[in-house]
């Protein structure tokens, strides 16, 4: 067996500690769903200031351990330090066979691109610092982004994909470009195909988006090509930084349907296909979004 090691941690989103414990949590197991193995223990990674009541630390940690749990796996120690404010993630540990792991680096001319998680939950957290938010968009992106990529990984393990990335800060279109660069190829991205998550456009129309967001954008506009019917606010949505974000699967089209009935069957939030791998010319773009 080959060993997979990953690590992330970051300050809160959301204001409930123990909500933030699960989402960190769920955050940092996804480098490794994504990479189709299988993780077996964690660490725990604390930043959290002096002057706080330890209760609230006690409550991120209970968070993180459900989610643990959920994983079928154990939280074997970790370490802390006194920080400005609180931070939390997970360095994990998986398991993987060598020559079964999943890379995001191996997508081939032809693949679809099926994504398992809505997008939105950049802009959506954002309008909650600055409440703005429904009360239930809000829950609704919460709960998507403690839902683990647990099942998403073992559906498109057990039909055999040719490449995956989880979606996370860079947004849809910057783990998109990775994966397209490593690869070699590029893709067409279909807006309107994009699972979204109900209240994100509403947010966006009120001029609500985060400043990582606003930076996916300025850094991906020079590889993207931008069909003219696509607004400036559906640029910031596929742009959006998400946490804790779905899988970006690319699989053979005579697999495709299987992929998604898997999908399907294991409870996965999304299941849709978003877009397509090409062979690009020399001049073409790395992405080519369409309405």
């Known amino acids: 067996m080959a060993v997979v090691l990953t690590v992330d941690f970051f300050p809160p989103i959301v204001d409930d500690p123990f909500t933030f414990g699960q989402i960190a949590a769920a955050n940092s197991l996804s480098d490794v769903y994504a990479m189709g193995a299988k993780p077996i223990?964690?660490?725990?990674?604390?930043?959290?200031?002096?002057?706080l009541d330890m209760s609230i630390l006690?409550?991120?940690l209970k968070g993180g351990a459900s989610k643990a749990l959920e994983a079928g796996i154990i939280i074997a120690g970790g370490h802390s330090v006194v920080d400005a404010e609180p931070k939390y993630g997970l360095s994990?540990?998986?398991?993987?066979?060598?020559?079964?792991?999943?890379?995001?680096s191996n997508s081939k001319t032809g693949d679809l691109l099926v994504l398992t998680k809505p997008i939105g939950t950049g802009v959506i957290t954002?309008?909650?610092k600055q409440e703005k938010v429904d009360d239930?968009?809000?829950?609704?992106?919460?709960?998507?982004?403690a839902t683990l990529n647990k099942t998403a990984s073992e559906a498109m393990i057990s039909v055999g994909v040719n490449a995956c990335s989880d979606v996370t800060g860079f947004g849809l279109l910057g783990h998109l470009r990775e994966m397209m660069e490593g690869s070699g190829t590029g893709a067409r991205i279909y807006k309107s195909k994009v699972p979204v998550i109900e209240g994100t456009e509403d947010l966006l129309?009120?001029?609500?988006?985060?400043?990582?967001?606003m930076r996916n954008l300025e850094s991906l506009n020079p590889t993207v090509l931008w069909g003219k019917e696509i607004l400036e606010n559906d640029k910031i949505l596929l742009c959006d930084a998400q946490t804790s974000g779905g899988l970006l699967i690319s699989?053979?089209?005579?697999k495709a349907d299987e992929l998604q009935k898997s999908l399907s069957e294991a409870g996965t939030l999304s299941n849709q296909i978003v877009g397509e791998v090409y062979s690009p010319s020399e001049n073409d773009p790395t992405i080519h979004v369409i309405g």
Request: proline share 8%; hydrophobic share 40%; aromatic share 2%.
């Open 41 to 51: 223990a964690a660490l725990n990674i604390v930043g959290f200031p002096s002057d």
């Open 126 to 128: 954002t309008a909650g």
């Open 251 to 254: 699989v053979d089209p005579n």
């Open 58 to 60: 006690a409550e991120i």
């Open 205 to 213: 129309n009120q001029g609500i988006a985060p400043g990582g967001t």
């Open 136 to 145: 239930g968009v809000l829950k609704n992106a919460v709960e998507i982004m």
């Open 92 to 104: 994990v540990t998986g398991i993987v066979n060598p020559g079964s792991q999943t890379a995001n």
